[in-house]
């Protein structure tokens, strides 16, 4: 979300409303005391019941009160958030940032998140229909009510406005994103060159090569950025059989992967009502628990990657099946912008982006199934419910997007992994270009699979199930992805499994701090043996010490990225002047960062490697190390280069920003250890840009023993104190547990909320 702020501060400082004082500190009787106890359209009583870190466990003898609350509960939390949340997803932010972010709304508005809101509205069941408007009711009499607003809302120029139904639809659709859009975006500027069939072809069958989780049981970079910033897109999850646990029972353990901003992306809560026992992790604005438990079973979930959207060639379609419309972007400060949006049947023409306008692309329609009606919220609601894995995978009949590898486990030992999801039903041949015609998209979207007809897995004989955005199967006859993430972290997970006799909950939050990375040594060993040959191995008594010292902690490194770790600096120092120095002389100064950011460049590298010309690598191995090694001891540790920085959005503003800066500590991990602290290559000092969150570990023989953790804190209120109390928990292995017996919630809450009409 840095775009959103960092472009126009002369806009947002209109007023001076950036420049009054922080909200004072705030303690948790005090933010508690603002919350709406009387005078509520509630059908019958309703307790909430709240811990030391503000996470509310909702008591009510009704389903619409239970929702109604959870609509308050969300909007004290997260109000702030949720507006800025709500106005991305309808492609607004010029109102709040200014003119410099209208070029934003306008690739926004040609997406268009909200363009199946009304038929998914229509579409509803009548529970979930219900659940939703009490919900938003909520949110709006909370904020309503509120006599101080949140910060943002005046730093932002935000208004009251109300929430509707539809505001909840199209910011699920926001939350659902096509993560292959991100490496579309890389990719489109390479379309020119000559060798790019070439390039495309090595880039899907890398990305499809990824290790699957089971076998089955049955059937440009400003937008980029930002959608990056707000979808789901990465996570490990993980579900182990009793044969493999200390307890005998299940065992699941999820930590998903998004942006790294405060407010965290996630909330914590819990209720009990006719229909609902559960606790878990929710998105602020999402009526539904996307990782939880109930009495009965687990779950948690990671990006499929999956193949939902085309990327349409109009080049040959006539002018007569193009249509236009017209939307006015208003312009915080300045005056409103008039833009076209071009629609056609294979969808809107995404190439008229002002941000890929400089591209030269053809006229090209993203189609994606995000565009036709799905409902993901009762799916949801439906999975919360479930008693057996069998209503589980029938819950997500409805689900579409974003498709998810759903993890899950049960309190009679049993375990599963389904793909929620609906997909094209193309065939499973590698395509020959990013672009499709409008004739082969038809054929491919003539039929839609839904979850049910999909592979999926249950109970498999090695007793655990593991997945980490990799492929999920090898299964089945059609595509179900293009860019899966390479199987480190599933083969990681696999192998701490294979290490251990049985695992109990401690085991497990080892496992979501563990830093290895056998990719990374696989890189290594390849850059020692050319080295080696290049004559520039430790032995050669030639060698500047420096550079000998730089190999010497490479060959020495265990592929751990602890933060204090020297040969993860050296390694990864070395590894960026390396690999922009290969790949710009193959592909130029201009291509060479599209092509190494699209995928997996490790094991790309390593294959380029073996083949290029011995006199050419042994050349640049020698300017590599040569500049790496002067580099090296601006780090002492990886900790040192590798920054865990805590912002809030605002952060990013000029010459103000340090005052929403909450952190800057060493951190561990890197892009694809299990505890995922993703960053660029580089040889510079860096900040991580996203990684893992949260954390969830349920032990399925006890409906108490759930634990979570937020990197951050449960409130969105700046300077409140559970805004940030939990990072030290999140950096130290920690958890807070979540009960479900009603009697332990009562044990452990610091404060009874009676509320009542």
């Not at 607004?92 to 998914?120: C, N, Q, S």
Request: proline share 6%.
């Amino acid at each position: 979300m840095r775009v959103l702020f960092s472009v126009a501060l002369s806009w947002l400082l209109a007023g001076c409303s950036l420049l009054k004082p922080l909200p004072k500190e705030m303690s948790l009787d005090q933010r508690l005391s603002v919350f709406p106890t009387t005078g509520l359209p509630l059908a019958g009583p309703v307790t909430v019941w709240w811990d030391e870190h503000q996470i509310p466990f909702i008591e009510a003898d009704r389903d619409d009160d239970a929702a109604f609350t959870l609509g308050m509960v969300h909007a004290h939390l997260r109000l702030g958030q949720m507006a800025i949340y709500r106005r991305i997803a309808a492609g607004r932010i010029a109102e709040m940032g200014g003119p410099l972010a209208a070029d934003i709304d306008h690739g926004l508005r040609i997406i268009d998140f909200g363009k199946a809101a009304a038929e998914t509205e229509a579409s509803l069941s009548p529970e979930a229909r219900r659940w939703i408007e009490r919900f938003v009711a909520g949110i709006n009499l909370y904020q309503e009510r509120l006599e101080v607003l949140p910060y943002e809302y005046a730093a932002l120029g935000l208004d009251r406005e109300p929430w509707t139904v539809r505001d909840v639809l199209t910011f699920g659709r926001l939350s659902g994103t096509d993560v292959t859009w991100l490496v579309w975006f890389r990719l489109l500027p390479l379309r020119h060159r000559a060798d790019w069939p070439t390039l495309w072809r090595r880039l899907v069958e890398a990305g499809s090569r990824s290790v699957p989780s089971f076998e089955a049981s049955g059937g440009s970079e400003v937008l980029g950025g930002l959608l990056e910033s707000v979808s789901r897109s990465g996570s490990n999850s993980i579900a182990i059989a009793p044969k493999h646990t200390t307890t005998g029972g299940a065992l699941i353990a999820s930590d998903p992967h998004l942006g790294l901003n405060l407010p965290n992306t996630w909330i914590l809560a819990g209720l009990k009502s006719p229909s609902y026992h559960v606790v878990g992790m929710m998105v602020p604005g999402l009526p539904l628990f996307a990782i939880g438990r109930n009495p009965d079973i687990a779950w948690g979930g990671t990006n499929m990657r999956a193949a939902a959207s085309d990327l349409v060639d109009l080049s040959a379609v006539p002018e007569r099946l193009i249509s236009e419309r017209r939307e006015t972007i208003r312009v915080r400060g300045w005056r409103d912008r008039e833009i076209t949006v071009r629609q056609t049947p294979w969808g809107p023409i995404i190439s008229d982006a002002p941000q890929l306008a400089d591209l030269g692309l053809p006229p090209l329609a993203l189609r994606w199934t995000g565009h036709l009606p799905s409902d993901e919220i009762s799916a949801m609601l439906a999975a919360s419910r479930a008693r057996s894995f069998a209503q589980f995978r029938e819950a997500f009949a409805t689900f579409s997007l974003p498709g998810q590898n759903m993890i899950y486990a049960d309190a009679h030992g049993n375990i599963g992994e389904i793909m929620a999801v609906r997909l094209p039903a193309r065939e499973r041949a590698t395509p020959e270009d990013i672009t499709t015609s409008p004739e082969t998209s038809d054929t491919d979207w003539s039929r839609i699979l839904a979850s049910t007809e999909l592979p999926y897995s249950y109970n498999p004989e090695k007793g655990f199930l593991a997945s980490a955005n990799n492929r999920p199967t090898t299964a089945g006859d059609v595509r179900i992805g293009y860019f899966f993430s390479p199987g480190y972290r599933a083969q990681r997970m696999a192998e701490i499994v294979g290490q251990r006799d049985r695992l109990g909950a401690e085991d497990a939050r080892d496992l979501q701090r563990d830093v290895k990375l056998g990719a990374s040594l696989a890189l290594r060993d390849a850059f020692l043996r050319h080295l080696s040959r290049a004559g520039l191995g430790p032995d050669n008594p030639d060698l500047p010490a420096d550079q000998r010292a730089a190999v010497e902690l490479m060959a020495s490194w265990d592929g751990r990225y602890e933060q204090t770790s020297r040969g993860a600096v050296a390694f990864e120092v070395f590894r960026a002047e390396f690999t922009e120095a290969f790949y710009r002389q193959r592909l130029g100064d201009d291509d060479w960062q599209a092509f190494t950011g699209a995928g997996e460049v490790k094991m790309l590298l390593i294959e380029d490697l073996d083949a290029a010309d011995a006199a050419t690598v042994a050349r640049l191995l020698r300017e590599s190390l040569a500049t790496a090694a002067t580099r090296i001891d601006d780090f002492p540790t990886w900790g040192d280069m590798h920054r865990l920085k805590l912002r809030h959005p605002l952060a990013f503003l000029p010459l103000i920003g340090q005052r929403f800066e909450f952190a800057d500590d060493p951190a561990g991990g890197s892009s694809e250890t299990l505890m995922k602290t993703a960053h660029p290559m580089t040889s510079e000092r860096h900040r991580v840009t996203y990684g893992s969150n949260a954390r969830h570990i349920s032990d399925m023989t006890d409906i108490d023993k759930n634990d979570f953790v937020l990197l951050g804190g449960q409130d969105g209120w700046l300077n409140s104190t559970t805004f940030l109390d939990q990072v030290p928990l999140w950096r130290e292995g920690r958890y807070v547990t979540l009960p479900l017996r009603p009697e332990t919630v009562r044990q452990r809450s610091v404060r009874r909320m009676d509320l009542s009409r």
